[in-house]
């Protein structure tokens, strides 16, 4: 039995880094066989945009009983908002399960500290250009118009702790994740998945697409230009590592600020 030479990768970790070199497209090192493509695309991710609509709908008309938002109860605000997005991440995940090789291989999901440090560079960037863009954004379109749909949410709607906190970690940590899978996990698997002529232009058309559809998608027309400039530094996480843990920090690191000033007016600590 021979062992591997010094300094020679083994079982596809980079000694220097800790990263994982399987790209996700291939089985890891040592195990000589190639995973085989995924069996599913944009309709798959067609089908998650159906059921994140379904389910807020149906959430919505189920927890409202025809009372306005402002005069929701805090648990029916936190099940609105956490419910039908975490339902769609799920779907995404049984889809790549039934109609491919798992979100591990499909999505290029793995860890690798390498990709965190992308992420949290990437996401670092992202918080100033989203704090420039809110400055400016608000100046553009007055105070009153320049908050988020949750912002806006929870607004004069006192919580308790556990309710805030429940909040503030959704929207740090687990909404960022749900998200990543779906835009760009999914929709990037299906977007690189077509011919663009090279490995290269795929990625890219892949990051052009999920980054557009990602600001569109929170169907609020009046900020989609802030959310492109929010989009454009996750989006670059997940395009330099080729994998989708840079793309989870880099958001989950953009949404940190935002998060804590939710958490805050919450409790009540500061006003919008």
């Known amino acids: 039995m021979t062992s591997p030479n010094a300094g020679e990768p083994v079982s596809g970790i980079d000694p220097a880094t800790g990263a994982s070199q399987w790209d996700g497209r291939e089985e890891p090192a040592g195990s000589g066989t190639a995973a085989p493509p995924h069996r599913w695309g944009f309709g798959a991710f067609l089908l998650v945009e159906v059921v994140l609509l379904a389910s807020a709908a149906l959430v919505g008309a189920v927890i409202s009983r025809g009372e306005t938002a402002e005069s929701l109860p805090v648990r029916d605000v936190l099940i609105g908002t956490m419910a039908p997005t975490v339902i769609a991440a799920l779907t995404a995940l049984v889809i790549t399960k039934v109609r491919g090789n798992g979100p591990f291989i499909d999505l290029r999901l793995s860890w690798s500290w390498a990709d ?99 600001a569109v998608s929170h169907l609020e027309p009046l900020r989609t230009t802030l959310l492109l400039v929010i989009a454009v530094p996750i989006g670059l996480a997940r395009l330099v590592t080729g994998r989708l843990l840079g793309s989870i920090v880099a958001h989950q690191v953009n949404n940190f600020l935002p998060a804590l000033a939710i958490l805050l007016t919450a409790l009540g600590v500061v006003s919008y």
Do not use: Q
């Open 116 to 214: 965190v440090k992308v992420g949290l560079k990437f996401g670092a960037l992202g918080l100033v250009c989203t704090m420039v863009g809110v400055f400016v954004w608000t100046k553009a379109v007055g105070e009153e118009n320049g908050t988020s749909a949750i912002s806006a949410l929870v607004a004069n709607k006192p919580m308790s702790v556990s309710a805030a906190v429940a909040m503030f970690l959704y929207l740090w940590l687990l909404g960022p994740i749900c998200e990543e899978i779906i835009y760009r996990g999914l929709l990037w698997g299906a977007a690189e998945r077509l011919e663009w002529g090279s490995e290269k232009w795929g990625r890219f058309a892949a990051f052009l697409l999920s980054t557009a559809i990602f």
